[in-house]
């Protein structure tokens, strides 16, 4: 089996700064793209930022100037640094990889992390 373990998150005044890591472990024979997610009350899940495996990346327009994605390939290891937060980044942030599993190596796997909170006061 394969899972994505987060760490990081929790509470921190508007302005202030976070970083969240996920490693990625198990079964795992190739990982292709990496990302994280969030999704707020009421609200459906969006892709916050994305790094494939070459090290190219892309934000939501929301994070842009802001947010900081980036891995380790060597580790399966994908961080993402969030600076000037925001109370709309209030969210559970999850970890999210696209890869391949060494007992089905012909296909790319989705995988998930548990979800981690963030919250930003005011």
């Known amino acids: 089996q394969v899972q994505l373990v987060e760490s990081g998150g929790g509470l921190v005044q508007a302005g202030g700064s976070l970083r969240l890591s996920c490693a990625a472990s198990?079964?795992?024979?190739?990982?292709?793209?990496m990302g994280w997610y969030r999704q707020a009350p009421g609200k459906q899940r969006e892709l916050v930022a994305g790094?494939?495996?070459?090290?190219?990346?892309n934000y939501a327009d929301s994070v842009k100037g802001r947010f900081a994605i980036s891995r380790d390939n060597a580790k399966n290891t994908v961080y993402l640094q969030m600076n000037s937060l925001k109370p709309e980044d209030t969210a559970v942030y999850y970890c999210n990889a696209r890869l391949r599993d060494i007992r089905t190596p012909d296909f790319l796997t989705t995988s998930w992390g548990q979800g981690t909170q963030v919250t930003v006061s005011s």
């Open positions: 790094v494939a495996s070459d090290g190219s990346t």
């Open positions: 198990g079964s795992i024979l190739s990982v292709n793209t």
